[in-house]
């Protein structure tokens, strides 16, 4: 999981509904300087957090964490997916 392409969804999504970084950082709870750390990729979300801007944003908790167009088909199979997975749940872990 990369802390950079998760701050480059949750900006592109934040411009997307015409919202200052402030304005979101309130809507969270926090303030527009956490949302500049966020979309700098210098901050990781918790995961309680990200589902909050995700929810605010309209979007999908995936549409940050994974650096794939997810309108593109599905190019891995179970084994992939279910590593892939794991992964994920190990860099939460570390970064909670």
């Known amino acids: 999981?990369?802390?950079?392409?998760?701050?480059?969804?949750?900006?592109?999504?934040?411009?997307?509904?015409?919202l200052t970084q402030?304005?979101?950082?309130?809507?969270?709870?926090?303030?527009?300087?956490?949302i500049s750390r966020l979309e700098n990729g210098k901050?990781?979300?918790?995961?309680?957090r990200l589902v909050s801007i995700a929810r605010i944003l309209?979007?999908?908790?995936d549409?940050?964490?994974?650096?794939?167009?997810?309108t593109e088909p599905d190019k891995c199979g179970d084994d992939d997916l279910t590593r892939c997975c794991g992964d994920m749940l190990q860099d939460w872990r570390e970064y909670a």
């Open 22 to 34: 402030e304005e979101l950082g309130r809507m969270v709870c926090a303030d527009g300087k956490y």
């Open 43 to 48: 901050s990781m979300p918790s995961l309680k």
């Open 63 to 70: 549409y940050f964490v994974w650096d794939i167009d997810l």
């Open 58 to 61: 309209g979007m999908t908790c």
């Open 1 to 18: 999981m990369n802390s950079v392409i998760i701050g480059q969804h949750i900006r592109d999504a934040r411009k997307a509904r015409e």
